[in-house]
Structures are given as structure tokens and as C-alpha cells.
């Protein structure tokens, strides 16, 4: 029996190793072994900020370690003066200093209110289920009292690196050639996304110049992919009414980390350029990760400053592949375990109602063969997975196309059919 079972095991990871090497092109599971354990034990602060009396000025939040001499490790920034914060780090012990930047520079100076004070530290499962007052959200007040004292060491040259690496992720120019998004920084978001997040990587890029008379565009690829995913369809684009935008994120993370520095990208270059509204692209697992960004925005009581949704190829019930994510010594990236159809992210996607301005376009594809998927597919993923009944029923239009799950993205059909969306949203 003991080998039986022991077979048995061997089998489901090979199905995942198969499952996974179709979705990335990419091999070396054991790179990310590590990754992903220290994941597990990344700590988490989050809570309300706010100032007392009207707000003035966004605030900053630094989490900064305590000791002799204290260094920043993570900054946001909440920009309407009240919201939420999120931080993370990996273990230590850690200080919030909180502090009303008026003049915007995103540093502590003369005659701006600031708190001091310690957080409860959580995981980063937190992210989707958000913590109440009672298992550990931290409110914090800036009160309209003496500011209080803060360590300069805070803001010495690590504090300054991570703003350097937050000018460059929110709203940076970008190129779809140029090498940040090239096959080997593909995969490092998958295998070692730690190494990604620090050295820059990610971000909310513009590929011209900022324009206000253009409607944002926001493209978001899928696990395993990147910007590049999208070249033909932002060749499509009428670039007289839209403006892209590409997400590039670590898709070896846990999908509601991805979430997160979505929702925090377009949630501050709405609070910089005040865009009326905008579109959201999104491929494949970029779908899953979408529909929780405006969770996320939904639950901090913000509007989310887009009104058309589109998805292409996502797998709405996840991949049977991703039940055996956990299966053998070695882990596999969060997102894959995020994928397993009965996972608390893809369960508490549904929870929050799809904000009731936000309009959806559901495009799949049926043109697979892959014996190693159930039932029609798309050579990837399921078209029963990718029309849930209830997503489908939700979807303000459902189109179906013959090509597979990379296919698609080449189409004329869809990139017609894509465009004549986008045209009567217009309107």
C-alpha cells in the first residue's frame, strides 16, 4: 500500500511539473523551493491610516526596523489623506512611522505631523482575508499634536533606494524590447520572485508619454508571461483615443501579493494624474489577479478608476493540476497553489460583488488539443474553467475563439473583436 500511495505522489507531481513547464516554457522547480518558504514567513502590516481633522496632504508609511540604528525596509504611500496601508518585510522587529507629507516629497520634515508606533505583524495570507479590528487591524491616527521624534537614520540611503525603486515602478517609461522584460527576467519572477521584487522589476510602466486626453489602457499577462505578451495587441491599439500601459509582476508569487501591487500602481498614478477612467487587459492568471485588485479596492471603500474589464483565456475555477501543488518536498510557486480550484483565493474572488460601474468582456478560446487537460481546452486551461457559470452569467459579453491559450493574443479575430469592444465603450 505504503508504495502504492509513495507511486501515486510521483505521478501528481509529475502532472504538475508537466502543467507547469505548458504554461512557462520553463523547467528548475527547485529554484523556487526557497523562494516560497520564505515567503511563508514574511511578515504583513496592515491597518487604517488617517490624520486627525481634514485631511491635507497624502500620507507616508514607512516600516523601518528597531535598533540601534533603525532602516527603513518598506514605504507606502496612501494618497487621499485616509486608507489603507500595506507593508511587508521579512522577519524582525519593526516600527510604522506614519506622517502627513505636505509638501509632498515623501520625506519627514519641519512642522509635519507624524506617529510613531508598533504594528501586529500578520502573514501574507492576510492580504485575502483582510483582518478586522479584533485579529489585527492597526488604525493608526496622526494626531494634530507635537510630531513626534523620529531617528534620522531612518532616512539615510536604504530609505532612499526604495523610493528610487518606487519612482521607477509606478508610471516609469517603458520599451516592450528593452531587457527588463526579457525571457530571463520572466523568469526570475517565477522561480525567484523575492530577487525580482528587490532588484525593481516589477511596476506599472507607460510605454509614452502620459496624456491626458487618452484613455489608459492598463495590460496585465498571466503566469509565466510578460509586456511582450501583448506586442500585436498594442500594435492593434487606435493609439488617438488609448494609451498602453503594461503590469509587470513577479508570477511566481501568491496571486493576492500581485493583487496588491496592482491595486497600489493604479490607485497612485489615478491620485497623480487624475484620468477619468481606464481599460484593464488581462491575460490568462492576469484575469485572477485583476478581479482581486478591485477587491482590494473595494474593501478599502475606494472606487476603482477603471469601468471596462476585459479578460482573455483566465481560468475562472483554476487548474486541476494545481490541487497537487503541494505534493513531494519541493514547493512550487504561490500562484500555482493559488490556482488549485478550491483555494481560498480563487473562493474569495466571488465574495466581493464586481464593483457595479466596472463592465466585462470574457473572450476565451476552444482551438487546444491537450490530452493533459479535461474536456475542451484551449491546450492550457479548460473552457469549463474559463466560463464559470456565474462569472459568464455576470460578463456584459462572452465571445469564443478558435485559437489556444498563447494563439489567442495573435488573432486578428479577437484583436477585431477587442477593438470594437473598446470603440462602443466609448461611446
Known amino acids: ?5 509513495t507511486m501515486g505522489s510521483r505521478w501528481r507531481r509529475i502532472a504538475v511539473v508537466l502543467a507547469l513547464s505548458m ?6 522547480l527547485l529554484q523556487v523551493d526557497g523562494q516560497m518558504r520564505r515567503l511563508d514567513v514574511a511578515m504583513y502590516f496592515t491597518g487604517i491610516v488617517q490624520t486627525e481633522g481634514e485631511a491635507r496632504a497624502p500620507i507616508v508609511v514607512v516600516l523601518h526596523t528597531v535598533d540601534e540604528s533603525p532602516k527603513a525596509v518598506y514605504v507606502d504611500v496612501v494618497p487621499r489623506g485616509k486608507g489603507v496601508y500595506h507593508l511587508a518585510a521579512p522577519p524582525g522587529r519593526y516600527a510604522i512611522l506614519a506622517f502627513e507629507d505636505l509638501n509632498r516629497n515623501l520625506r519627514l520634515d519641519a512642522g509635519e505631523r507624524a506617529v510613531v508606533r508598533q504594528g501586529t505583524a500578520l502573514g501574507l495570507d492576510a492580504i485575502d482575508n ?11 491616527l ?8 523620529v531617528d534620522p537614520a531612518i532616512f539615510g540611503a536604504p530609505y532612499a533606494a526604495l523610493l528610487k525603486l518606487r519612482a521607477e515602478e509606478f508610471g516609469a517609461p517603458a520599451t516592450i524590447a528593452e531587457e527588463r522584460f526579457s525571457p530571463e527576467r520572466v523568469r526570475q519572477g517565477l522561480f525567484e520572485p523575492l530577487r525580482f521584487l528587490r532588484e525593481g522589476r516589477s511596476g506599472l510602466f507607460m510605454l509614452e508619454p502620459y496624456n491626458r486626453e487618452r484613455i489608459p489602457v ?10 511582450r505578451d501583448w506586442e500585436h495587441v498594442i500594435e492593434k491599439l487606435d493609439r488617438k483615443r488609448f494609451q498602453p500601459w503594461v503590469f509587470f509582476y513577479p508570477s511566481g508569487v501568491p496571486m493576492s501579493y500581485s493583487a496588491m501591487l496592482l491595486s497600489n500602481a493604479v490607485d497612485d498614478l489615478y491620485y497623480r494624474y487624475a484620468f477619468a477612467t481606464s481599460i484593464v487587459v488581462a491575460h490568462s492568471m492576469g484575469g485572477l489577479v485583476v478581479r482581486g485588485a478591485y477587491n482590494i479596492s473595494e474593501r ?7 469601468h471596462h474589464v476585459v479578460t482573455i ?8 493540476a494545481g490541487r497537487w501543488a503541494n505534493v513531494g518536498p519541493t514547493r512550487v510557486p504561490g500562484s500555482w497553489i493559488d490556482m488549485a480550484p478550491d ?16 463592465r466585462h468582456t470574457l473572450f476565451f478560446g476552444y482551438g487546444g488539443r491537450s490530452p493533459l487537460v479535461g474536456g475542451n481546452n484551449d491546450g492550457i486551461v479548460a473552457v469549463q474553467s474559463m466560463l464559470d457559470p456565474d462569472i459568464q452569467s455576470r460578463a456584459d459579453a462572452v465571445v469564443g475563439f478558435d485559437e489556444d491559450h498563447m494563439s489567442i493574443l495573435r488573432s486578428d479575430a479577437m484583436n477585431e473583436r477587442l477593438a470594437r469592444r473598446l470603440q462602443e465603450e466609448l461611446r
Open 313 to 320: 483565456s483566465t481560468p475562472w475555477l483554476g487548474h486541476s
Open 300 to 306: 478599502e471603500g475606494r472606487t476603482p478608476p477603471v
Open 142 to 149: 496622526i494626531a494634530s499634536s507635537t510630531p513626534a521624534t
Open 1 to 5: 500500500m505504503r508504495g502504492s500511495l
Open 343 to 358: 483555494s481560498p483565493y480563487l473562493h474569495e474572488l466571488t465574495v466581493v460583488p464586481r464593483p457595479g460601474q466596472v
Open 130 to 140: 483582510p483582518p478586522t479590528p479584533a485579529t489585527g487591524l492597526d488604525s493608526i
Open 23 to 28: 504554461l512557462t516554457g520553463a523547467c528548475g
Open 218 to 227: 492598463i495590460f496585465v499577462h498571466g503566469i509565466g508571461g510578460s509586456p
